[in-house]
């Protein structure tokens, strides 16, 4: 009989759960309108209950002046300083959730910046948390995003300033070690600020052994969460047949046999009750 491991690491983190509380405690608290600006978490199952309890997203800054003036709570991914003072330049009350771990870059980004180094983001282009960390540099810095060893190799720096380099919490560990081991290479005066989050280093290198010890691995969490993507990619490498979903009935459980060692990891923003669904359809095939 085949045995299922759950990583002890899968589901919400601390920067997640806090976010989320902030939430539904100004829902039961606030009698005026409540707003997020951007999805407060990447899941959208999340996303739509708070919905139902009459939260709205704003997606674009524009949008404000159409709406009742209320209580603006910002993303677990945080923004950057314009928009955050935008926000508040309109009459809004600001409720701060981002992700106490991404707001230290932003001391960072702008402590370094205004010393007059450039700054190097290692991490996703398009990801929130790394347009917010952006946008807290000086203006007068050149802000670089890096997000493969190819872009580390092509990096050539124009300025003759130092060099700040941060990270995206949720980033490979491995691979942002190897882009540093790269840029270092170069010559350049360089600061490392390693900002991968703790909880990300502890997630992904159990992911990497559970998936070693299955013969199917389960990786759950949405389809615009960085960090379950990156899950899903180093369990990949260990267990061919891993696979990803964002809720139980994605799932085709028949490609379980009774015989088969399964294990099961999550994204930091994936609630525990998907993941207890979909264990026990798992333990049902066992």
């Not at 404000?64 to 993303?75: A, C, F, P, Y």
């Not at 809004?92 to 983001?121: M, Q, W």
């Amino acid at each position: 009989m085949g045995e299922l491991t759950i990583a002890k690491s899968a589901g919400f983190c601390f920067g997640v759960t806090r976010a989320v509380n902030m939430v539904y405690e100004a829902i039961e608290k606030e009698n005026v309108p409540i707003y997020t600006y951007g999805p407060i978490i990447h899941n959208d199952e999340v996303v739509k209950d708070m919905e139902k309890n009459g939260v709205t997203v704003i997606n674009d800054l524009d949008e404000l002046s159409s709406h009742e003036k209320g209580v603006m709570i910002i993303r677990s991914h945080g923004i950057s300083k314009a928009e955050y003072d935008r926000i508040k330049n309109c009459g809004f009350e600001v409720l701060n959730a981002t992700c106490p771990f991404v707001s230290k870059i932003h001391r960072y980004v702008e402590d370094y910046s205004s010393k007059g180094y450039d700054i190097i983001i290692v991490g996703s282009p398009k990801h929130p948390e790394v347009c917010g960390i952006k946008g807290w540099a000086d203006e007068k810095c050149h802000v670089t995003i890096i997000n493969s060893p190819v872009d580390a190799e092509n990096y050539m720096k124009n300025s003759t300033k130092k060099l700040c380099i941060v990270s995206q919490t949720t980033f490979n560990y491995n691979k942002f070690q190897d882009i540093v081991e790269i840029i270092a290479k170069k010559g350049y005066d360089i600061t490392v600020l390693n900002t991968i989050c703790n909880a990300t280093e502890v997630r992904q290198t159990e992911a990497r052994k559970v998936a070693q010890c299955s013969d199917v691995m389960i990786v759950i969490g949405d389809r615009h969460s960085s960090n379950t993507q990156k899950l899903f990619e180093i369990c990949k490498n260990e267990c061919k047949n891993t696979y990803y979903i964002q809720t139980s009935d994605e799932m085709d459980y028949t490609q379980i046999r009774s015989n088969n060692n399964v294990g099961i990891t999550a994204g930091a923003s994936t609630p525990n009750n998907i993941i207890e669904e979909v264990s026990k359809n798992v333990r049902n095939e066992l």
